[in-house]
């Protein structure tokens, strides 16, 4: 695999990459016994750590909260969908289906998918020093840059609520589309006044849609 050699990977277990790309479709479709999801949990839990670790470092003065939400940032599924885009990743995924069944939010979803099992396998092929230096390569310069990937207004509605002392509730107002390709509408009530509503493809994306328009129209300036 020219993916290996791209990353300096020798492999130990060969294996373990072909898994790292193997989506369920297609291991269904070819009679397979396995897909990437138990490395991608491994990979979630390595890069998680990882990144911590180098944000705990970095940040001696972030409480633990604002460490959160800083981590968050660089492994939220739009961030993750950027590395595995520009890294090339997403063009060695193995799956099988049709337009009618694999939806374009789903190809998304896997493309994130798979940049956490592939650092699973590198982790259990290669060792944690290994995977801190692959990370390190990818995801600290967007950290030293401060790369925005993602915006939490849901968070910031919160801390405006607790600090005006008035009730923020989400309510929904709409489910359409098919059970894998659903689409929600959240309206964001404040003091039972609505003052957005928000569109996602699941109800955290809606409701952080519908937040981001509270904070428009609140004039709450991000931070």
């Not at 060969?14 to 269904?28: C, K, M, N, P, Q």
């Not at 911590?52 to 492994?75: F, H, I, M, W």
């Not at 890294?87 to 939010?105: M, P, R």
């Not at 592939?118 to 840059?145: N, R, T, V």
Request: one cysteine or more.
């Amino acid at each position: 695999m020219n993916l290996l050699e791209k990353f300096n990977i020798l492999p130990k277990d060969r294996h373990l990459y072909d898994v790292a790309f193997t989506h369920g479709s297609y291991g269904t479709k070819h009679g397979l016994d396995y897909t990437y999801e138990r490395l991608e949990f491994l990979g979630d839990s390595v890069l998680n750590m990882i990144v911590s670790e180098y944000l705990y470092k970095q940040y001696p003065d972030y409480e633990e909260g604002k460490l959160t939400k800083l981590r968050a940032n660089y492994v939220c599924q739009t961030a993750l969908i950027y590395y595995s885009h520009e890294l090339g990743l997403d063009k060695h995924i193995k799956i099988y289906g049709d337009d009618s069944k694999i939806t374009e939010n789903e190809v998304l979803s896997i493309t994130a998918d798979v940049f956490e099992s592939f650092l699973g396998a590198i982790f259990l092929d290669q060792g944690i020093e290994f995977a801190k230096d692959y990370i390190s390569k990818i995801i600290f310069p967007y950290i030293d840059a401060k790369k925005v990937f993602f915006f939490d207004y849901k968070s910031v509605i919160k801390e405006y609520g607790d600090a005006q002392e008035v009730d923020i509730e989400y309510k929904i107002i709409d489910e359409c589309g098919v059970p894998h390709n659903k689409t929600f509408i959240i309206s964001i009530l404040i003091d039972g006044k609505e003052m957005g509503v928000g569109k996602g493809k699941n109800k955290k994306e809606a409701e952080q849609a519908a937040s981001k328009q509270a904070m428009k129209k609140l004039k709450i300036q991000k931070y």
